[in-house]
């Protein structure tokens, strides 16, 4: 059993750039939460998606981050611009249902270093 | 004000004792998480419990409702178990189970 996969695992990227990250879930897993985790500080959430649709996107920055989640493929976490501040470990968990009673299993995680 | 208050936030043992790590939040959950990261590693989710007590091999989950307040406990610690706790809340309707995170408490065990 394949657990959640993500990656690249670790990207550099100049300011400016844009980066894209991938993660797939869990086997059977339709839901997909995407985490960060800046240095020195505590893991917060930043989207929550299901197949084909954004459900809950208010942790996401206003401006340069957007997510996706399409029939096929991997959900992609997409930073354009990026800005030194967007350096951080970006998790991403997914589950089999969309609530809080569910074991969320996380990826092992992309460290973004923005140079 | 953070929603989930852990403590310690660093916890420092020698090998054999029994650790506990606190946590508090302030809302209704659906349930309440306990993860492990390890440095540069990744996340494992140890235990999800609503209510009473969970166990698995030396550590033990413990949650209160009207309290609003859970425990981890380490027995017989070993180095190995050095590592960042961290608890979360699952919030449940309108929330879609995204977790809340406390802090998390760096513990060290030493040999």
């Known amino acids: 059993n394949a657990g959640v996969m993500q990656n690249p695992r670790h990207l550099v990227r100049r300011r400016g750039q844009e980066a894209r990250l991938r993660c797939s879930p869990m086997?059977?897993?339709?839901?997909v939460y995407w985490y960060r985790q800046l240095p020195e500080e505590g893991l917060k959430f930043m989207v929550y998606?299901?197949?084909?649709?954004?459900?809950?996107e208010s942790g996401m920055p206003k401006e340069r981050f957007s997510a996706e989640f399409p029939k096929e493929g991997p959900s992609i976490l997409r930073i354009q611009q990026v800005v030194r501040g967007d350096s951080a470990a970006y998790f991403c968990?997914?589950?089999?249902?969309?609530?809080?009673?569910?074991?969320?299993?996380f990826g092992p995680g992309t460290r973004l270093t923005v140079t | 004000k953070n929603e989930v208050e852990q403590s310690p936030q660093n916890l420092t043992a020698q090998e054999g004792e029994f650790i506990t790590i606190n946590c508090s939040y302030s809302?209704?959950?659906?349930?309440l998480h306990w993860l492990q990261q390890h440095p540069g590693g990744g996340i494992v989710s140890l235990f999800m419990?609503?209510?009473g007590k969970k166990k698995h091999g030396r550590l033990i989950a413990t949650i209160n409702i009207q309290e609003k307040h859970s425990s981890l406990h380490i027995t017989a610690s070993h180095p190995r178990d050095s590592a960042v706790y961290i608890c979360?809340?699952?919030?449940?309707?309108?929330?879609?189970?995204?977790?809340?995170f406390g802090q998390g408490t760096i513990l060290t065990v030493h040999p």
């Open positions: 968990a997914s589950s089999p249902r969309g609530t809080g009673a569910y074991e969320q299993y």
């Open positions: 086997k059977g897993h339709s839901h």
């Open positions: 998606l299901q197949k084909e649709n954004i459900i809950d």
């Open positions: 809302v209704g959950i659906s349930a």
């Open positions: 419990l609503s209510s």
């Open positions: 979360a809340e699952g919030a449940g309707g309108t929330s879609y189970g995204k977790l809340t």
